[in-house]
């Protein structure tokens, strides 16, 4: 009997395999059917993007093709430019060597006036010499100094007496 069991299971069994594998295809086929419409609702959806980047690219290109004269145009107007700081820096350097020329007159004709100003105080200050006579030397000034000093201690002393 069991001989007999086994014959009929077998059967059994390929057939239950067998719907297996029909319900995984019909399974594999619906899913494939979803993975299709997914990517064309995708490529619907993508394609004005793509089209507005096409439209995009298309209208920067003669933007693109100016922007090289542009470009020349900026570096012509940057060397216009440092060549005329150039020339500023160079009329500066003359400025700054005509001051110097002007200073060294003002205090040359500064030197000239004074000079008659200076020789009346020397002499003005040999006439005051002569009129108020020789003036005491440093060594008598200084005993006169010390001399005070201590004719100033000896009366201090003498009022501690006191």
Do not use: H, Y
């Amino acid at each position: 009997m069991d001989a007999n069991f086994i014959d009929m299971i077998i059967p059994v069994a390929f057939g239950l395999v067998g719907l297996a594998l029909v319900w995984l295809l019909v399974e594999l086929a619906l899913t494939m059917r979803k993975a299709r419409a997914a990517v064309e609702d995708l490529a619907k959806e993508a394609e004005p993007i793509i089209k507005d980047a096409a439209e995009l690219t298309e209208s920067l290109k003669p933007t693109v093709a100016k922007l090289d004269p542009l470009m020349d145009r900026v570096n012509l107007t940057i060397d216009a430019a440092n060549l005329e700081i150039m020339r500023v820096d160079t009329i500066l350097e003359d400025v700054g060597d005509i001051t110097n020329t002007i200073s060294n007159a003002s205090k040359t004709v500064d030197t000239i006036a004074s000079a008659p100003v200076a020789a009346v105080s020397s002499v003005s200050d040999k006439v005051r010499e002569v009129i108020n006579g020789k003036k005491a030397g440093r060594t008598s000034a200084d005993l006169a100094k010390a001399k005070r000093a201590a004719a100033a201690d000896e009366g201090q002393d003498a009022e501690v007496e006191a």
